[in-house]
């Protein structure tokens, strides 16, 4: 059973900058595809960025480019969300998951997520 934990969120202002963290348990960490995906009040849960094992890489949301940046350590088990210049509109809570097949971007192809954070950007 694999599992995961985000951290980090919080209430921020706008133009704020924000680190979210996901610790996954398992020993396939190095393997996972990894994947942010943001859920606002009334709207259906969103694709916001992965981060591919070998090599790592990186696919975004084009509402985030260039204002967030997903990493992982694999030495730590923990992939990172480093969010930059926010916006009351990326209010919502965020969950990291592990990718079981097919495209990124749909959440029904994750098969393990975590609980959430709630992120909160003021105006």
């Known amino acids: 059973q694999v599992q995961l934990v985000e951290s980090g969120g919080g209430l921020v202002q706008a133009g704020d900058s924000m680190r979210l963290s996901c610790a996954v348990s398992?020993?396939?960490?190095?393997?996972?595809?990894l994947t942010w995906f943001r859920q606002a009040p009334g709207k259906e849960r969103e694709f916001v960025a992965t981060?591919?094992?070998?090599?790592?890489?990186?696919y975004y949301a084009d509402f985030v480019k260039g204002r967030f940046f997903i990493s992982r350590d694999n030495a730590k088990n923990i992939m990172y969300l480093q969010m930059n210049s926010l916006k009351p509109e990326d209010t919502a809570v965020y969950y990291c998951?592990?990718?079981?097949?097919?495209?990124?971007?749909?959440?029904?192809?994750?098969?393990?997520w975590g609980q959430g954070t709630q992120v909160t950007v003021s105006s």
């Open positions: 998951a592990v990718l079981k097949s097919g495209s990124i971007y749909y959440s029904f192809n994750y098969y393990y």
């Open positions: 398992g020993r396939a960490f190095s393997t996972y595809v």
């Open positions: 981060i591919r094992w070998d090599p790592a890489t990186t």
